[in-house]
């Protein structure tokens, strides 16, 4: 018997050393410890024996049993642990998940505004350029005849960031940056983002973006200002539109004016859009101030030139009927999905 129970430890020893699966212990259990398992037969039939052999065979197949108990703990707690990184491995790439949908993006209305815009001065020739949103006192103001207690410089419509430095608060420092590098013929545009120091609601914003233009060459006079620029106006809102020009104010033109076009909506007849008025302002405009032309060096005995600034905001409000500017700011998506 005592040979028997070796016999069934080394074999209990070698099948639990080669299964792969908690399965696979799970009958070598039963083979060995189950009811009618080899083991429990021995003790079973040790009823039969003398109490002295009954006591030392006891021993011995208890010891046999515990150790193939542990044995048999052992072996499924690794087993067990093995399942579970190879299941986690297989699942790490779940080839069977749906794919991710990824949303198209569109452009913002401000964006298609000033792309329009962009397309017409190029069709006319004009081309691209910038300026930095950060500017030098001089270029905004100074060189563009704005004298030193101009009620534009104050402190409550320009955010300063010193004495000598600002956000521009338009995009007419361009015309400076370009008149200094650039001899004519020149004709450019240049959109860009400008900032005065406003509460917001909802006609103002402390950030808005200007189109700025610029033309300056030989025999340039009013009927070129205005001929580009009822042009652009027909390209932009339609063949039908007519323009207005209204005498105004600016310190870098002069003569100055303001544009007005009939009313896109209404085409003049008079409504909520144009107040009634039948027409709608959208940009400033004038003949360059020869002391901006001088800035540049620009002999303005043979130069004459023109420049206009237009609202990006006004006109995209105009054109989609959006009542409040912040609207373009929040980046709600349900807002700048309706401008596809
Ligand atoms: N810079 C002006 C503004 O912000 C707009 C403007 C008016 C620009 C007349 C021009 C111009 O170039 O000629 O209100």
């Not at 001089?138 to 104050?154: C, I, Q, T, V």
């Not at 917001?200 to 006079?221: K, N, R």
């Not at 105009?318 to 596809?340: P, W």
């Amino acid at each position: 018997m005592q040979a028997q129970l070796q016999a069934i430890l080394e074999e209990s020893k070698k099948a639990l050393e080669a299964a792969t699966t908690v399965a696979e212990t799970e009958e070598t259990r039963i083979k060995v410890l189950g009811k009618k398992g080899s083991l429990t037969g021995i003790l079973k039939s040790m009823g039969q024996l003398s109490p002295e052999e009954r006591k030392e065979l006891g021993q011995a197949a208890n010891q046999v049993r515990a150790e193939i108990e542990a044995l048999l703990a052992e072996t499924v707690n690794h087993l067990k642990e093995k399942e579970k990184e190879a299941r986690f491995a297989a699942e790490a790439i779940d080839v069977t998940e749906p794919g991710k949908e990824y949303k198209l993006g569109v452009k913002h209305p401000l964006t298609i505004t000033m792309e329009e815009v962009s397309k017409v001065f190029k069709s006319m020739g004009f081309s691209l350029t910038e300026g930095p949103e950060v500017e030098t006192v001089f270029n905004n103001f100074d060189a563009l005849n704005a004298g030193p207690y101009h009620p534009s410089r104050d402190m409550t419509d320009t955010f300063y960031i010193n004495e000598d430095v600002i956000l521009r608060t338009q995009t007419s420092p361009v015309q400076v940056r370009t008149l200094l590098r650039q001899q004519p013929p020149i004709r450019v545009f240049a959109p860009g983002r400008v900032f005065r120091c406003d509460t917001p609601d909802a006609t103002h914003s402390p950030m808005f973006h200007q189109v700025e233009g610029l033309v300056v060459d030989e025999g340039i006079t009013m009927a070129d200002l205005k001929g580009v620029l009822d042009s652009f106006a027909k390209q932009m809102f339609g063949s039908e539109t007519r323009t207005k020009f209204r005498p105004h104010h600016f310190p870098f033109t002069e003569p100055s004016a303001e544009m007005d076009v009939s009313c896109f909506k209404c085409g003049g007849k008079g409504c909520r859009v144009c107040k009634g008025s039948g027409w709608i302002e959208i940009l400033g405009c004038g003949m360059v101030h020869p002391n901006v032309l001088k800035v540049g060096g620009i002999d303005t005995e043979k130069y004459t030139g023109f420049a206009f600034g237009l609202g990006v905001e006004r006109v995209a409000m105009l054109k989609y009927g959006i009542d409040d500017i912040r609207l373009f700011y929040e980046n709600d998506m349900r807002f700048i999905e309706q401008f596809k």
